[in-house]
């Protein structure tokens, strides 16, 4: 077997889940570690993912624990502090991303893994659930409990969503 | 989708949607480095396999009771990267240089290895048989066993285990290795294990030997752990280690019951194999 393989499914999977990395970490930069970490992981276990049923939710399980191992690892040394969350793009307005990942920073990384999981990548409540390792009653409670907190923020901080249009 | 929409007012519901377009609006351009990510990811895998094929051996025989009772030493730093089943100690000061494989007599074919092993054996010891075929090798890698031998042994005592690891060292685990206190090699670690208090492990032996410099380029180790016997050689060798182990347990566990009375190789008759020119004296074709 040669490295063909890998690259194919890095070319044709990478963009999901680098949206995926960044609505997690709200970071490009940690993004790209996030998204590496997992591809490397990916790499390694490329026997595993290939046999998966779905090797591609195989790598989004793998960035997702990475990325929630590693704000396990974080939490106890580490203190936020704002880092830049974007480059601009020419002729590309970064005002909604720019909300965007402001209003997703502010939700405690467990809620932004639910919000993401259930919102961007579709998942089920049940599915959701199962990933995370929570009763799908905290699914729900964590749910409901970032979507408030996200109207909230984007409502004061993005007067031009649609949202606040209503 | 399913969806709690029970739990949900009004207002959440609008959300719903507005939330996914506006994640779908402020991604839609996002640019994605795919080419470094896959030679990333490529050459960062690769690393981490040679790295988890060395710890195969450092896991497997004689350093599976040392790895129980000095596990800090040997696996201490960073633990990243590892929940997917690959395991070993990530040695922050290993990687401040980045690894570079280069072609060596740890590149040899494990049918040498087993060929080289047989001619070593002493009489009424067999390589009763070992593996040869890699089942999770990366992409690119062949599948192959390259590096290390792992079988078994019949003795006249029973049958046992026996373990052939041949390790590239890095550029910078041997310059670790110059300025530590001459224990330690990048991953490898080649100091004795400490006093055990454990009532059912027991080191019955540890030396070790220094170079001119004084920096331990040799130890052979005996542990009993649970009523089986661990010997095990290691020696840096012309930029890597010859490293062998046996046991009289043909199970690769820990607290795994003997499957033999006695070892089937003393720790000279180890250290006559780990110690032969005929591994460091092989390089692969075309080096």
């Not at chain 1, 690259?7 to 995926?20: D, H, K, N, P, T």
């Not at chain 1, 779905?54 to 590693?70: E, I, Q, T």
Request: aromatic residues 6%; hydrophobic residues 40%; negative net charge.
């Amino acid at each position: 077997m040669d490295d063909t393989e890998f690259e194919r499914f890095v070319a044709a999977r990478s963009g999901q889940l680098y949206r995926s990395a960044l609505l997690l970490t709200t970071s490009p930069h940690a993004a790209e570690d996030l998204l590496q970490t997992a591809l490397t992981k990916a790499y390694v276990a490329w026997p595993r993912v290939r046999a998966a049923d779905d090797p591609v939710a195989y790598v989004h399980g793998v960035l997702l624990k990475a990325f929630l191992s590693d704000r396990r690892r974080r939490s106890s040394t580490e203190l936020a502090v704002a880092e830049p969350t974007d480059v601009p793009v020419p002729g590309v307005d970064p005002s909604e991303r720019l909300a965007l990942m402001a209003a997703l920073r502010d939700l405690a990384p467990l809620d932004r893994a639910v919000v993401v999981l259930r919102f961007w990548e579709d998942h089920s409540v049940a599915e959701t659930a199962r990933q995370l390792g929570l009763s799908e009653a905290a699914v729900k409670n964590r749910c409901l409990r970032a979507l408030r907190t996200l109207r909230g923020l984007l409502t004061d901080s993005f007067p031009t969503s649609p949202r606040s249009a209503r | 989708m399913s969806t709690d929409l029970d739990d949900l007012t009004p207002d959440d519901l609008a959300d719903l949607d507005d939330l996914r377009d506006l994640m779908a609006r402020a991604l839609d351009d996002v640019d994605v480095p795919v080419g470094r990510m896959h030679d990333r990811a490529a050459v960062d895998g690769r690393r981490l396999r040679r790295r988890r094929s060395a710890l195969v051996g450092v896991g497997g025989l004689a350093t599976a009771a040392a790895v129980a009772v000095f596990a800090v030493p040997l696996t201490g730093g960073d633990t990243t990267a590892r929940d997917d089943g690959y395991a070993g100690g990530h040695n922050r000061a290993a990687d401040s240089v980045p690894f570079v494989a280069k072609p060596g007599y740890w590149d040899m074919p494990v049918a040498e290895i087993a060929s080289r092993l047989t001619d070593l054996l002493p009489q009424r010891v067999s390589l009763t048989s070992y593996e040869r075929t890699n089942t999770d090798h990366a992409p690119g890698e062949s599948d192959v066993v390259i590096g290390y031998l792992t079988g078994t042994l019949s003795g006249r005592t029973g049958p046992g285990s026996v373990e052939v690891m041949l390790t590239q060292l890095s550029d910078q685990a041997q310059r670790d290795g110059a300025v530590s206190q001459g224990e330690t090699w990048g991953d490898q670690d080649l100091s004795c294990p400490p006093e055990l208090s454990s009532p059912d492990i027991e080191v019955r032996t540890c030396a070790t030997r220094s170079d001119a410099s004084g920096r331990v380029v040799e130890r052979e180790l005996e542990m009993v752990d649970h009523g089986v016997t661990y010997r095990e050689v290691k020696i840096v060798a012309r930029g890597g280690v010859v490293y062998a182990a046996t046991a009289n347990s043909t199970q690769r566990k820990w607290t795994a019951p003997p499957s033999a009375s006695r070892n089937p190789l003393t720790l000279d008759q180890l250290a006559r194999i780990a110690t032969s020119p005929v591994w460091t004296s092989w390089a692969p074709s075309g080096s």
